[in-house]
C-alpha cells in the first residue's frame, strides 16, 4: 500500500496555489464580483481536473456562482464563503454524474467526451487522469490541489473523509502506475 | 504532496478563464431569469384535480393509499411501488384503461397534481429526450402561481412563495418499449430556485445502511417546515418513520432506517407492518423502501405525511413546496464480531507535536479493520504515519481513523509534515491481535511466479450487483471445484478483497471498489502465474 501522503493540516480555505492565485484575505469579500474575480480561475481548473472537459467545467462553475450569487447576503457572512462555492460546485457535478450514470445504463458507450481520456501518449499526467472515476479525480483535486483535508473534502462531497482517503488514495495510485509505466 | 499538486496544476492550468468571465456569468444569469417567466408563461397547463383523480383511483387501492403486494427489486416511488402492481397497471392499459401512463409528460403532470398538491404547473423536457424507449427521462415541473397561502396565524410578514421547480424521473420499468407505462422513479425539488436543491446522495435501488445520517446542501426557506422520513415495504403492507430534520447552516440532516421493522401477514396475505417509534433499535432485516424530504407551509401536513403510502390523501388545499424522494434498500448494520478479550477495540494513541505515545499496547481488529484514535495536545495538525502502509490526518483533538492493518506489529508516528526531514525517527509500535481469526491472509503463495492488473474503466461504468465474494465465485476464471474462495483481509474492509485458496495456498486475490452505484468493480487483482485464475471481464 502506498503511503497517503495527505495534508496534515485541515485548513478551512484552499491552500492558495503559487504565483498566480490571489491569497485568501481573512477579511470577507465585499461584493460579490470581487469574489468571483478572487475565486473563478481556480474553480475553473478544479472543476476541468475533476470533469474531464473544460466546457462542463465552465458550465458548472457558472452554475455554482450564480447559486452564490442568489444568496450572496448570507454566504458572504459565512466563515468559508470558499468552501461553500466548492461544495456547491461539487454538488452540481454529483448531480450531473449521477443523472449521467442513469443515462448510460442504457446508452452503453456513450460516455461524454473526457479529455484526458483521449489525451496525447506523451502525456501522462492527463492519460493518468483519465484512468480514474470522477470522485477519484475530485478527491485528488479537492485534497492534493487545493489543500483541503479529508473531513473538509468529504463535507463538499457529501461523503465520509475515510471515503475522501480511499479515492484519493485509489487516485494516487493509479496515477503512479500511469507514470511508471509511461516511464518504464 | 507537491509532486501530485504540481502535476495537477500544469493540467489544470490548460483550462484558461476568459476574459469577460464576469460579464457572461452576469448575461446568462439574464438569461435564465428571462427563460423562467417564459417558459412559465407559454408552457403552462392547468390540471383538473376533480377529473384526474377519477382515473387515478384506478390504480390505487380502495383506502386512498398506493397498493402494496408483491417483492422483488424494483425501484420506484409512484403510482406503484412493488412490480407485481406495476404489472398489474400494464395490464390494465394494455386491455385499454388508463392510456395516460404512456405518456411521461401526463403521469409526470398528475404525479405533482395529485402527490404535491399543484394545481397551475408547466412540464417541460430537455431537447432530444427519447421518449420511446425505457428511459430513464426527467421532466422538470415549475409553478406558474405558487402555492402559497394566506400567512398562518400568529405569523407576520411575506413567506418565501417564489415559483418552485420539481424535477421527476421516470422509466419504464415493467415493458420497456413505447406500450410500456411509465414510473415516478426519482424526485428532486427547488426552492426558491433551481439552485437550492433538495436531493437524495443515492440513486433509485442504492443500499442504505440502517442509521446512515443523510446531508443534503439544502437551506429550508423561511416559513417553511421541512420533514423527512423513510418507508419499509413490507409483503403485507408499509411502515413510514418520520425524523426530525436539523438545518445546519447550508444543509440539512436527519437519520434513515433507524428503526427496526415488524410485519404481521394473515393467511390472507393482507396485515400490517409497523416500525417501531423514534429511539429506537436500528432495522433488524433487510428490506426494500424509499425515503423522503418534504417542505411544505402546512404543519399538520408536515408534521406526518407520507407522500407515496401515507393512509390519507393529501389534504384538500394543501400543497407540499418542493419534495425529493428516491427507493432504496435499506440494510441493517453488519454485526460486530466479539472483540477480544485482552485488547480493547480502539487504540489510544496521543501526540503532543514531538513525540507519540501508544497508550494501549495492543488492539483488537474489528469487522472492517483496525480502529486508532488520535488524540493531539499540540496547537497544530498533524500526520499520522504508518511505516510501509500510509498516513492519515491526525487533526488537534480526537480522530479516530480505521485501517486494515492485517494481525501483528504497526510502527506509527505523528508529525508536523511540513517539518519532515525524510528521517525514520520517532516511530512507536502497536500490536495487532486478532483473537477470532477476522482477517484472512491475502499474501500470495505462489511457487513460481505472479501475475497482476488494474483494469481501466469508462466513466459511469457499472459493476456486479452482490457480495463480492459471490461475485467471484461466479465469475471467475480457472476456479477449480475444489477452490475456497472467500474475503481477504477484513469482512466489511472499505474496500473489499476476496481471495481463492488452492490446497491450502492463496493463489489469486481481487479487490473490489464500490462503482457508486451499489455495485462492484475490481480494482486490482494478484495472482500466481500457473494458477490460471482471473475474472471475467464486466460486460
Redesign the interface.
Known amino acids: 500500500?502506498?503511503?497517503?501522503?495527505?495534508?496534515?493540516?485541515?485548513v478551512s480555505e484552499p491552500v492558495t496555489?503559487p504565483t498566480t492565485e490571489p491569497a485568501p484575505t481573512a477579511e470577507p469579500p465585499v461584493t460579490f464580483?470581487a469574489f468571483?474575480?478572487a475565486e473563478?480561475?481556480r474553480l475553473?481548473?478544479?472543476?476541468?481536473?475533476v470533469t474531464g472537459n473544460?466546457q462542463e467545467?465552465?458550465e458548472l462553475m457558472?452554475?455554482a456562482?450564480?447559486?452564490v450569487?442568489?444568496?450572496w447576503d448570507?454566504v458572504r457572512e459565512?466563515e468559508r464563503p470558499t468552501g461553500?462555492l466548492y461544495?456547491?460546485a461539487m454538488?452540481a457535478f454529483?448531480?450531473r454524474?449521477?443523472?449521467?450514470?442513469?443515462?448510460?445504463?442504457?446508452l452503453v458507450?456513450c460516455?461524454?467526451e473526457?479529455e484526458?481520456a483521449r489525451a496525447d501518449q506523451r502525456d501522462a499526467?492527463?492519460r493518468g487522469?483519465g484512468?480514474l472515476?470522477?470522485?477519484q479525480r475530485a478527491a485528488?483535486?479537492l485534497t492534493?490541489?487545493l489543500g483541503y483535508?479529508?473531513?473538509e473534502a468529504g463535507e463538499i462531497l457529501?461523503v465520509k473523509?475515510?471515503?475522501v482517503?480511499?479515492l484519493a488514495?485509489?487516485g494516487?495510485t493509479?496515477?503512479k502506475?500511469k507514470l511508471e509505466r509511461s516511464d518504464g | 504532496?507537491g509532486e501530485?499538486?504540481s502535476?495537477?496544476?500544469?493540467?489544470?492550468?490548460?483550462?484558461k478563464?476568459a476574459d469577460d468571465?464576469?460579464d457572461?456569468?452576469e448575461r446568462?444569469?439574464q438569461r435564465?431569469q428571462r427563460n423562467r417567466r417564459i417558459a412559465t408563461a407559454v408552457f403552462a397547463f392547468v390540471i383538473a384535480i376533480s377529473g384526474s383523480f377519477a382515473a387515478f383511483e384506478a390504480f390505487r387501492g380502495s383506502n386512498g393509499s398506493a397498493a402494496i403486494r408483491g417483492t422483488g427489486p424494483f425501484y420506484a416511488l409512484w403510482p406503484e411501488l412493488t412490480l407485481a402492481d406495476a404489472q398489474q397497471s400494464q395490464a390494465a392499459v394494455d386491455g385499454g384503461a388508463g392510456a395516460w401512463r404512456l405518456d411521461a409528460r401526463t403521469t409526470t403532470g398528475r404525479f405533482v397534481a395529485l402527490t404535491l398538491g399543484w394545481s397551475d404547473f408547466a412540464v417541460t423536457m430537455p431537447d432530444g429526450t427519447n421518449l420511446d424507449?425505457?428511459?430513464?427521462v426527467?421532466l422538470d415541473v415549475s409553478t406558474l402561481a405558487p402555492p402559497c397561502p394566506s400567512p398562518l396565524p400568529g405569523t407576520e410578514g411575506p413567506m418565501n412563495c417564489g415559483p418552485q421547480w420539481e424535477t421527476v424521473?421516470l422509466e419504464r420499468l415493467v415493458r420497456q418499449d413505447a406500450t410500456g407505462i411509465w414510473s415516478v422513479t426519482d424526485v428532486e425539488g427547488a426552492f426558491p430556485?433551481s439552485?437550492?436543491?433538495l436531493?437524495f446522495?443515492f440513486?433509485p435501488g442504492d443500499t442504505v445502511v440502517s442509521g446512515q445520517e443523510v446531508?443534503i446542501?439544502f437551506?429550508v426557506p423561511d416559513g417553511l417546515t421541512a420533514v423527512a422520513g423513510y418507508t419499509y415495504i413490507g409483503k403485507c403492507g408499509s411502515s413510514t418513520a418520520f425524523e426530525n430534520v436539523k438545518q445546519d447552516?447550508?444543509e440539512i440532516l436527519f437519520r434513515v432506517a433507524g428503526s427496526t421493522f415488524k410485519e404481521s401477514c394473515t393467511s390472507n396475505g393482507s396485515g400490517g407492518s409497523s416500525s417501531s417509534g423514534p429511539g429506537r433499535a436500528d432495522l433488524n432485516v433487510a428490506i426494500d423502501g424509499y425515503v423522503f424530504v418534504l417542505a411544505s407551509h402546512d404543519l399538520d401536513l408536515a408534521s406526518g405525511w407520507d407522500p407515496f403510502t401515507g393512509g390519507e390523501p393529501l389534504p384538500r388545499d394543501t400543497s407540499v413546496v418542493a419534495l425529493a424522494a428516491v427507493p432504496v434498500h435499506f440494510v441493517p448494520v453488519p454485526s460486530p464480531t466479539p472483540a477480544a478479550a485482552a485488547a480493547p477495540d480502539v487504540a489510544e494513541v496521543a501526540c503532543d507535536g514531538t513525540t507519540t505515545q501508544v497508550l494501549t499496547p495492543e488492539v483488537a481488529a474489528q469487522p472492517d479493520g483496525v480502529h486508532i484514535r488520535v488524540t493531539n495536545t499540540s496547537s497544530?495538525?498533524?500526520?499520522l504515519?504508518f511505516r510501509?502502509?500510509?498516513?492519515?490526518?491526525?487533526?488537534v483533538g480526537k480522530n479516530e481513523?480505521?485501517w486494515p492493518f492485517p494481525p501483528g506489529t504497526v510502527e506509527l508516528r505523528c508529525?508536523?509534515?511540513?517539518l519532515d526531514n525524510g528521517t525514520p525517527d520517532g516511530y512507536v509500535t502497536l500490536e495487532v491481535v486478532d483473537q477470532n481469526g477476522i482477517y484472512h491472509p491475502l499474501a500470495l503463495e505462489c511457487a513460481d511466479g505472479a501475475v497482476g492488473g488494474?483494469p481501466?474503466?469508462?466513466?459511469?461504468a457499472?459493476g456486479w450487483e452482490g457480495d463480492p465474494v459471490d461475485i467471484v465465485r461466479e465469475h471467475g476464471i480457472g476456479l477449480l471445484p475444489s477452490d475456497d474462495v472467500s474475503y481477504a483481509g477484513y469482512p466489511k474492509q472499505?474496500?473489499p478483497q476476496v481471495r481463492v485458496v488452492r490446497e491450502g495456498a492463496v493463489v489469486g486475490v481481487f479487490e473490489f471498489?464500490d462503482d457508486?452505484?451499489g455495485g462492484w468493480l475490481m480494482?486490482s487483482y494478484q495472482a500466481c502465474g500457473d494458477a490460471g485464475v482471473g475474472l471475467a471481464a464486466r460486460r
Open positions: 500500500m502506498d503511503r497517503m501522503n495527505e495534508p496534515g493540516s485541515a496555489a464580483e468571483f474575480q473563478h480561475a475553473l481548473r478544479a472543476l476541468f481536473l473544460e467545467a465552465e457558472q452554475d456562482f450564480l447559486a450569487w442568489e444568496r448570507r459565512m461553500y461544495r456547491t454538488n454529483r448531480s454524474v449521477r443523472r449521467a450514470a442513469r443515462a448510460a445504463k442504457r458507450g460516455a461524454e473526457d484526458f499526467v492527463a487522469l484512468t472515476t470522477p470522485r485528488l483535486v492534493e490541489l483535508g479529508s473531513e457529501g473523509a475515510v471515503t482517503r480511499v488514495s485509489q494516487r493509479a496515477m502506475e | 504532496m501530485y499538486r502535476m495537477l496544476e500544469r493540467v489544470g492550468g490548460r483550462a478563464p468571465a464576469f457572461r456569468l446568462l444569469r435564465r424507449g425505457p428511459g430513464p426527467t424521473t430556485s439552485d437550492n436543491v436531493s446522495p440513486a446531508s446542501p437551506v447552516n447550508s497544530q495538525d498533524l500526520s504515519e510501509d502502509f500510509g498516513g492519515d490526518n491526525a487533526p481513523v480505521v508529525m508536523d509534515p511540513y488494474s481501466s474503466y469508462a466513466e459511469g457499472r472499505q474496500q471498489f457508486g452505484h480494482g
